[in-house]
């Protein structure tokens, strides 16, 4: 069966009461950021939406690690549930996990109830996974509207979309994907790749060629700060 046919059951047992989370609640934005304050300096953020995937997450790992650069990798909870191993993997190699719905749906398609569940699900399974809730989101297909980006404010989300698309998703071949993001690359970009979802490999094959030569002309792969955004 596919992911997307279960859903997880509550937990029971025994141990010591569970701590109340504090969740700090931003404000409601009317549009989502693009771009990150680089205070000057050549920095860019790197993230990877769908997954994780154990075909293709491992490899953008180690390239990630390879370069020592961190990244926002955007999850999927139905893709968590199956995958936790490699969901703390990417928290203990100093990446942040970010909320991308439970099931990717088309959110303004979906009643209000129905987007909280789908980014309360996901949240609630990656903080029991890796021991602490997303602070960011993203809508799937880049759709929002003012039910998601309420709902994520009062998860104590951000909203963060992109400014470089790579259209990976769509495999134009991995040099289309470098050229998209060398000719994009600049101060406080946010670039927009995918680590599942279909075959990946383009995206690990460029990844490859184009993060160390931004690298070697001076970028600096950070990940976002809330209190500059």
Known sequence: MKPSAYRLQPLTGYGPPARTRVVVKPAVRRAPILRIDSGGRRTMVLTFDDGPDPLYTPDILR???????????????????????????MVDEGHLVGNHTWSHPLLPSLSRSAIRS????TS??????????????????????????????????EPLAWNIDTLDWDTPGTAAITRSIRQGAGPGAVVLSHDAGGDRSQTVRALRTWLPELLAEGYEMVLPDRTTV
């Open 63 to 89: 390239v990630l690690r390879e370069h020592r650069v961190p990244a926002v990798f955007f999850v999927c909870g139905e893709q968590v549930l199956w995958n936790k191993g490699l969901t703390r993997r």
């Open 118 to 121: 789908e980014m309360r699900r």
């Open 124 to 157: 609630e399974i990656v903080e029991r996974t890796v021991g602490t809730a997303p602070e960011w989101f993203r809508a799937p297909y880049g759709a929002w509207n003012r039910s998601v980006f309420q709902i994520g404010a009062e998860l104590g989300m």
